[in-house]
């Protein structure tokens, strides 16, 4: 049997219930480790594991022994609430306990391969894991995309600059070369405390993903602040009948259904204007938009043909549908928030756009990133420190396995690029 | 004539392999210009390097000749990282070049299925893919049923100086350039590198008295696990000196002279040996470049100038150089050149280095891609071994990179090919901490001999080392320091043990050695080289147990086979431009397709599952087959 994979095999986010599934050799002592319970095949169990201080969760845990299970390793599959903290925390325990993250499509790989499926069916276990790494490498574009990315560039920049010393010193110790262990700590050093911060903010990094960021904007005075005071159920912004009463953009938390949602108004955009804060205000509003997983552009019939001229995570409204009716054709949320019209068609479409498909895979993407920086930051606990001649060696491979979890992340470097790295920071050569 | 393996060519690649088919037993016959020029080091008079040094021990592990010729000829040796962990340690010599040749030569000639026929070789006899004889110089033509072309440089190759350049394979040599020809009539890829090599000074014209000398180490390593100091010829120093802004001055004055600054060579070169002229326009920040001063051996007058390769004019050459601390007055003996040549895309080969297009023919040494003589050397050995005991209808040998440097160099010029000059470093591999020098022969010996390539001799004796290995470790497995034993752990100063810790055990903390702990136990202290087995094994004993599981899942991909003539389009969503890159590399296992840049892991999914649907297929046909005939 191979390592044990783990991946919630329920939409996220929806539904009261959402199952974790674990297939491979190490499933009996997982359960163990979460449950104290022993494995039995064809049972199913009611028991309690702590996923937090205090914090106990009941789930029901179903076992299936291999070769009589899906994938024909041993399977558990673990019912618990539908909430995604408790889900994600779930998959870490089992992490912690031996399993690792599933590649799309690799239950139903394993099954194949453990010929529980049959030959006619081999077509689709390709089609899917086409289809899910399909959609999985969006996913994964879409978590490096950002901040998140960018720090992962800035860490393994530093983490190179070590290495490319460490390598060094130990393929060219008979060059010219002048490697200095100071330098190497120093480099070291400054890695660590960038790679700690790092681990030490990805949860909030996890959080603000599970979040989801929407973005109300269009021209001044359509009812932006309006729509938005409803959504948020208070007095968030001010509306006034002046054009371009918003300026900093207004932020609220609310809920919809079991999502979280950052709801933000912003200044309306109005080219014409001369007005300098203004301006400023619309700049902001501008890369909110850029930033957000979906934008209500809110228009009425004053404004009607205006666009922000994008394709994607956009939700057209029309406001003021007490006073006009809306252009033909228009293919949108039609509301009222003065009379507080179609609310309920508004918030239902929010949350359709938000947990669409992508939502699960971006999901399990991020917590495979998580898990890389979690161990490369393993590796370097346990990284000698200080490096010297004497432990060089063994620094050299934790630096490298470090090297190649933050480098899956992105974009990993081959050995022979990494080589072009050292000569072009050394002059080597007889 | 006739024979069962032809080698072509006696460099370091062609010696290894026509040694190696003799040893397995087959009739060999190697053909070479000159038989005074076999075994020649055509660049730098030094064997051995880090990563290099790891080739050669696995060499000398299957019986190869390099690593015992490289003790006799070495007249000044080193261990590079002593002052390092065990693991990266690594031997280099300095070989003088006429013993050195001398030894090879005296191997060759003591083989018994060995004959060397001097000549050229000018044509090959290419029939429905499969080569049949070589012809010899006007026409002398011999029968084969395996070819080994080893050539190096020599195929069209282009000898620069300056502005000026002529062909040859190096300095004195012709190059061959009909066989060039008839290599580039069968459609090979062919592409075109360069290398060079630094002027030779004169001994008597350099002003030793300023320069800074450096010894070889004492006790003097050995290359050979079989050899000891004894068989070392007597020791010289080498010295260092340094260029300066003058001679840099001197040398950008110079460029557009150069032949690789003025586009006359198209070939690429190496990036970590670039000439000196590479070095200061690369890096302009550096006011000086090392050079080390090597003798080219006991009996020869000149020098090698490690450090100054070159293909400026010879006017630039001379006043250069004589900027140089302790150079003012050399005298160049022979001026440094680059060499352009052909090389053909190792793609296009198998792991056992046959080639894909043309059955029986096997490729090794530096018309691969490679640089540098244990490079050449190692895929001698594998083609040599390969070519024989295809011969003779055995398995091949075709060793891992998860076990040795010679799996690292093969795989990765099999699978990644090469766009500069190919030079082995110990970063290359995955498993640095098991790939060891002290245990190439623990590696590689047993499967080698299997092959047929170790002697009985070698054999026994390396079998009597891992006895004695397995023995030592069991006695210090039960020899226990407990917490009554004050004596013991105060005289190693080290705190009382919470419970009974074992001698082995205690040899996992870096603070202790092998000999002090051997002093505070009052036991016997066994061979230099099982102590150092048996203490590095314990001081990486985690990192060891870790690539060892690393290792076991690559095994298995390895093992995870993949037929030839595989239809990559048949594979459902697979992208053109992996279909592409794959049908171009055409991977043998699982494990070589995962390393191609740019194949994704759905890629290899897709692939696995394909791989599996096959299988099924055929053993449901036969099975279906086995019922209609009972
Ligand atoms: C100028 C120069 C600079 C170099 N610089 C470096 C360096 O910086 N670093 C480094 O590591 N290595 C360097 N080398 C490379 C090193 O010498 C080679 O890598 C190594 O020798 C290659 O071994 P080989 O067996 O492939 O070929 P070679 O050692 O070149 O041997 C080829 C043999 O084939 C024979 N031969 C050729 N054609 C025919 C034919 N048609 N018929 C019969 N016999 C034939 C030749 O006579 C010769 O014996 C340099 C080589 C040269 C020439
Ligand atoms: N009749 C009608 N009036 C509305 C509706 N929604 C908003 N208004 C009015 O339109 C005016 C502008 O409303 P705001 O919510 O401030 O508009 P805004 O888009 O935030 O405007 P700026 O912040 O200036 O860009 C106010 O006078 C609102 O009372 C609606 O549904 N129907
Ligand atoms: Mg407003």
């Given at each position: 049997?191979e390592q044990?994979i783990?991946a919630?095999?329920?939409?996220?986010?929806?539904?009261?219930?959402?199952?974790?599934?674990?297939?491979?050799?190490?499933?009996?002592?997982?359960?163990?480790?979460?449950?104290?319970?022993?494995?039995?095949?064809?049972?199913?169990?009611?028991?309690?594991?702590?996923?937090?201080?205090?914090?106990?969760?009941?789930?029901?845990?179903?076992?299936?022994?291999?070769?009589?299970?899906?994938?024909?390793?041993?399977?558990?599959?673990?019912?618990?609430?539908?909430?995604?903290?408790?889900?994600?925390?779930?998959?870490?325990?089992?992490?912690?306990?031996?399993?690792k993250n599933a590649n799309p499509g690799e239950f139903t790989q394993r099954a194949f391969l453990n010929n529980?499926i049959d030959l006619a069916q081999s077509e689709a276990v390709i089609d899917l894991i086409n289809a899910s790494s399909g959609a999985a490498m969006v996913a994964a574009s879409k978590s490096v995309s950002?901040?998140?990315g960018?720090?992962v560039d800035?860490?393994l920049e530093?983490?190179r600059?070590?290495r490319?010393?460490?390598?060094?010193?130990?393929?060219?110790?008979?060059?010219?070369?002048?490697?200095?262990?100071?330098?190497?700590?120093?480099?070291?050093?400054?890695?660590?405390?960038?790679?700690?911060?790092?681990?030490?903010?990805?949860?909030?990094?996890?959080?603000?993903?599970?979040?989801?960021?929407?973005?109300?904007?269009?021209?001044?005075?359509?009812?932006?602040?309006?729509?938005?005071?409803?959504?948020?159920?208070?007095?968030?912004?001010?509306?006034?009948?002046?054009?371009?009463?918003?300026?900093?953009?207004?932020?609220?938390?609310?809920?919809?259904?079991?999502?979280?949602?950052?709801?933000?108004?912003?200044?309306?955009?109005?080219?014409?204007?001369?007005?300098?804060?203004?301006?400023?205000?619309?700049?902001?509003?501008?890369?909110?938009?850029?930033?957000?997983?979906?934008?209500?552009?809110?228009?009425?019939?004053?404004?009607?043909?205006?666009?922000?001229?994008?394709d994607e995570?956009?939700?057209?409204?029309?406001?003021?549908?007490?006073?006009?009716?809306?252009?033909?054709?228009?293919?949108?949320?039609?509301?009222?928030?003065?009379?507080?019209?179609?609310?309920?068609?508004?918030?239902?479409?929010?949350?359709?756009?938000?947990?669409?498909d992508g939502?699960?895979a971006l999901?399990s993407a991020r917590?495979r990133h998580?898990?890389l920086?979690?161990?490369?930051?393993?590796?370097?606990?346990?990284?000698?420190?200080?490096?010297?001649?004497?432990?060089?060696?063994?620094?050299?491979?934790?630096?490298k396995l470090?090297d190649i979890f933050l480098g899956d992340i992105k974009s990993p470097m081959s050995a022979d690029d990494f080589l072009g790295e050292i000569f072009s920071?050394?002059?080597?050569?007889? | 004539?006739?024979?069962?393996?032809?080698?072509?060519?006696?460099?370091?690649a062609?010696?290894?392999?026509?040694?190696?088919?003799?040893?397995?037993?087959?009739?060999?016959?190697?053909?070479?210009?000159?038989?005074?020029?076999?075994?020649?080091?055509?660049?730098?008079?030094?064997?051995?390097?880090?990563g290099?040094?790891?080739?050669?021990?696995?060499?000398?592990?299957?019986?190869?000749?390099?690593?015992?010729?490289?003790?006799?000829?070495?007249?000044?040796?080193?261990?590079?990282?002593?002052?390092?962990?065990?693991?990266?340690?690594?031997?280099?010599?300095?070989?003088?070049?006429?013993?050195?040749?001398?030894?090879?030569?005296?191997?060759?000639?003591?083989?018994?299925?060995?004959?060397?026929?001097?000549?050229?070789?000018?044509?090959f006899?290419i029939q429905n893919n499969q080569i049949?004889?070589?012809?010899?110089?006007?026409?002398?033509?011999?029968?084969?049923?395996k070819v080994i072309l080893t050539t190096g440089t020599?195929l069209n190759?282009?000898?620069?100086?300056?502005?000026?350049?002529?062909?040859?394979?190096?300095?004195?040599?012709?190059?061959?350039?009909?066989l060039a020809a008839k290599l580039r009539s069968i459609d090979f890829s062919v592409g075109r590198l360069k290398t060079?090599?630094?002027?030779?000074?004169?001994?008597?014209?350099?002003?030793?008295?300023?320069?800074?000398?450096?010894?070889?180490?004492?006790?003097?390593?050995?290359?050979?696990?079989?050899?000891?100091?004894?068989?070392?010829?007597?020791?010289?120093?080498?010295?260092?000196?340094?260029?300066?802004?003058?001679?840099?001055?001197?040398?950008?004055?110079?460029?557009?002279?150069?032949?690789?600054?003025?586009g006359?060579i198209e070939g690429v070169g190496p990036r970590y040996c670039?000439?000196?002229?590479?070095?200061?326009?690369?890096?302009?920040?550096?006011?000086?470049?090392?050079?080390?001063?090597?003798?080219?051996?006991?009996?020869?007058?000149?020098?090698?100038?490690?450090?100054?390769?070159?293909?400026?004019?010879?006017?630039?050459?001379?006043?250069?150089?004589?900027?140089?601390?302790?150079?003012?007055?050399?005298?160049?003996?022979?001026?440094?050149?680059?060499?352009e040549y052909d090389f053909f895309d190792p793609r296009e080969l198998h792991e056992t280095l046959e080639t894909r297009k043309i059955k029986n023919l096997y490729f090794a040494g530096q018309i691969n891609g490679t640089t540098g003589?244990?490079e050449a050397?190692a895929q001698g050995?594998v083609a040599?071994?390969n070519a024989?005991?295809s011969?003779?209808?055995?398995d091949p040998w075709t060793p891992g990179r998860e076990e040795s440097y010679l799996g690292v160099l093969i795989d990765d010029l099999v699978t990644l090919g090469t766009k500069e000059p190919y030079r082995m470093f110990?970063s290359r591999s995955e498993h640095?901490?098991?790939?060891?020098?002290?245990?190439?022969?623990?590696?590689?010996?047993?499967?080698?001999?299997?092959?047929?390539?170790?002697?009985?001799?070698?054999?026994?004796?390396?079998?009597?080392?891992?006895?004695?290995?397995?023995?030592?470790?069991?006695?210090?497995?039960?020899?226990?320091?407990?917490?009554?034993?004050?004596?013991?752990?105060?005289?190693?100063?080290?705190?009382?043990?919470?419970?009974?810790?074992?001698?082995?055990?205690?040899?996992?903390?870096?603070?202790?050695?092998?000999?002090?702990?051997?002093?505070?136990?009052?036991?016997?202290?066994?061979?230099?080289?099982?102590?150092?087995?048996?203490?590095?094994?314990?001081?990486?004993?985690?990192?060891?147990?870790?690539?060892?599981?690393e290792i076991e899942k690559m095994k298995k991909n390895r093992n995870a086979h993949i037929p030839s003539n595989f239809d990559y389009s048949s594979v459902k969503g697979l992208s053109a431009e992996i279909t592409q890159k794959l049908s171009k590399v055409e991977p043998k296992t699982l494990a070589q397709a995962w390393r191609i840049p740019g194949i994704t892991p759905a890629a290899i999914s897709a692939l696995m599952v394909c791989l599996k649907r096959n299988e099924k297929e055929t053993a449901d046909k036969?099975?279906?087959?086995?019922?209609?005939?009972?």
């Amino acid at each position: 049997m191979e390592q044990a994979i783990v991946a919630c095999s329920t939409p996220q986010g929806r539904g009261a219930i959402s199952v974790v599934r674990i297939s491979g050799k190490e499933v009996k002592s997982i359960i163990y480790g979460l449950f104290s319970l022993k494995f039995d095949h064809g049972t199913s169990k009611v028991a309690e594991t702590s996923l937090s201080e205090g914090f106990n969760e009941k789930c029901l845990i179903s076992c299936f022994e291999g070769p009589a299970s899906y994938t024909g390793e041993d399977v558990a599959e673990i019912s618990c609430h539908g909430n995604p903290l408790i889900v994600r925390a779930l998959i870490q325990k089992c992490i912690k306990l031996g399993a690792k993250n599933a590649n799309p499509g690799e239950f139903t790989q394993r099954a194949f391969l453990n010929n529980k499926i049959d030959l006619a069916q081999s077509e689709a276990v390709i089609d899917l894991i086409n289809a899910s790494s399909g959609a999985a490498m969006v996913a994964a574009s879409k978590s490096v995309s950002g901040n998140f990315g960018k720090n992962v560039d800035k860490i393994l920049e530093k983490l190179r600059k070590v290495r490319i010393l460490v390598e060094s010193s130990i393929d060219f110790s008979d060059q010219d070369t002048n490697i200095d262990f100071m330098q190497i700590n120093s480099l070291f050093n400054d890695f660590r405390c960038l790679l700690g911060d790092f681990d030490a903010r990805i949860e909030e990094g996890i959080r603000i993903m599970s979040e989801h960021r929407v973005v109300v904007a269009g021209p001044p005075n359509v009812g932006k602040s309006s729509i938005m005071n409803i959504l948020s159920g208070e007095e968030a912004s001010i509306v006034t009948e002046i054009k371009g009463t918003t300026r900093d953009p207004i932020y609220k938390k609310i809920q919809i259904k079991d999502l979280q949602v950052d709801i933000y108004d912003t200044a309306g955009i109005n080219e014409e204007t001369r007005d300098e804060i203004e301006k400023l205000g619309i700049d902001k509003s501008r890369s909110l938009i850029e930033g957000a997983d979906l934008i209500l552009e809110v228009v009425d019939s004053e404004n009607k043909d205006f666009s922000l001229k994008k394709d994607e995570n956009i939700l057209k409204v029309f406001n003021k549908s007490d006073i006009s009716d809306p252009p033909k054709g228009f293919s949108g949320v039609v509301v009222s928030a003065l009379e507080k019209r179609n609310i309920g068609a508004l918030e239902e479409k929010i949350y359709e756009l938000l947990s669409g498909d992508g939502t699960n895979a971006l999901f399990s993407a991020r917590e495979r990133h998580r898990n890389l920086v979690k161990k490369a930051f393993l590796e370097i606990d346990s990284c000698p420190d200080p490096i010297d001649m004497k432990n060089v060696d063994i620094a050299a491979e934790h630096l490298k396995l470090a090297d190649i979890f933050l480098g899956d992340i992105k974009s990993p470097m081959s050995a022979d690029d990494f080589l072009g790295e050292i000569f072009s920071t050394f002059c080597i050569g007889k | 004539m006739k024979a069962d393996v032809i080698v072509i060519g006696g460099g370091h690649a062609g010696c290894e392999a026509a040694a190696a088919a003799a040893r397995i037993g087959v009739k060999t016959i190697l053909v070479t210009h000159k038989f005074e020029t076999i075994g020649q080091m055509s660049c730098n008079p030094a064997i051995g390097g880090v990563g290099k040094s790891h080739l050669v021990k696995e060499i000398d592990a299957a019986d190869g000749i390099m690593a015992r010729c490289a003790d006799r000829a070495a007249i000044h040796l080193k261990v590079l990282n002593s002052s390092k962990g065990q693991a990266v340690r690594a031997t280099r010599a300095q070989a003088d070049r006429e013993l050195y040749k001398k030894y090879v030569q005296k191997e060759l000639k003591n083989l018994d299925n060995l004959e060397i026929v001097e000549g050229e070789v000018t044509d090959f006899d290419i029939q429905n893919n499969q080569i049949g004889s070589v012809t010899v110089g006007e026409g002398k033509i011999l029968k084969a049923q395996k070819v080994i072309l080893t050539t190096g440089t020599f195929l069209n190759g282009k000898l620069f100086t300056g502005m000026d350049n002529n062909e040859g394979g190096r300095v004195g040599d012709n190059s061959s350039k009909k066989l060039a020809a008839k290599l580039r009539s069968i459609d090979f890829s062919v592409g075109r590198l360069k290398t060079g090599t630094p002027p030779r000074i004169h001994k008597e014209s350099i002003n030793w008295e300023i320069l800074e000398e450096q010894k070889g180490d004492v006790p003097r390593p050995t290359i050979s696990f079989l050899s000891d100091q004894s068989i070392h010829p007597e020791q010289v120093s080498c010295f260092i000196t340094r260029t300066n802004e003058k001679t840099h001055e001197i040398i950008i004055g110079d460029l557009d002279r150069s032949p690789m600054f003025s586009g006359k060579i198209e070939g690429v070169g190496p990036r970590y040996c670039p000439s000196i002229e590479d070095k200061i326009f690369r890096f302009k920040d550096k006011k000086s470049h090392q050079i080390f001063i090597e003798p080219e051996g006991l009996n020869s007058d000149l020098i090698y100038p490690n450090g100054i390769s070159t293909s400026l004019p010879k006017d630039c050459q001379e006043k250069f150089v004589r900027s140089i601390e302790g150079f003012e007055s050399a005298q160049i003996t022979q001026y440094g050149y680059a060499v352009e040549y052909d090389f053909f895309d190792p793609r296009e080969l198998h792991e056992t280095l046959e080639t894909r297009k043309i059955k029986n023919l096997y490729f090794a040494g530096q018309i691969n891609g490679t640089t540098g003589y244990e490079e050449a050397a190692a895929q001698g050995l594998v083609a040599g071994a390969n070519a024989a005991l295809s011969f003779l209808g055995k398995d091949p040998w075709t060793p891992g990179r998860e076990e040795s440097y010679l799996g690292v160099l093969i795989d990765d010029l099999v699978t990644l090919g090469t766009k500069e000059p190919y030079r082995m470093f110990t970063s290359r591999s995955e498993h640095r901490l098991i790939l060891r020098e002290d245990n190439a022969d623990q590696r590689i010996t047993e499967k080698a001999y299997k092959a047929g390539l170790v002697s009985e001799g070698r054999y026994k004796i390396f079998s009597e080392k891992i006895n004695k290995i397995i023995k030592e470790k069991g006695k210090l497995a039960k020899l226990f320091l407990r917490p009554e034993d004050e004596k013991i752990y105060s005289a190693l100063k080290i705190k009382e043990p919470k419970s009974a810790t074992s001698f082995l055990d205690l040899l996992k903390r870096p603070e202790l050695d092998f000999y002090d702990l051997a002093r505070a136990f009052s036991i016997e202290i066994p061979e230099n080289d099982i102590v150092f087995d048996i203490e590095t094994n314990q001081r990486y004993s985690g990192y060891i147990k870790r690539q060892m599981d690393e290792i076991e899942k690559m095994k298995k991909n390895r093992n995870a086979h993949i037929p030839s003539n595989f239809d990559y389009s048949s594979v459902k969503g697979l992208s053109a431009e992996i279909t592409q890159k794959l049908s171009k590399v055409e991977p043998k296992t699982l494990a070589q397709a995962w390393r191609i840049p740019g194949i994704t892991p759905a890629a290899i999914s897709a692939l696995m599952v394909c791989l599996k649907r096959n299988e099924k297929e055929t053993a449901d046909k036969n099975a279906r087959g086995s019922i209609r005939e009972p």
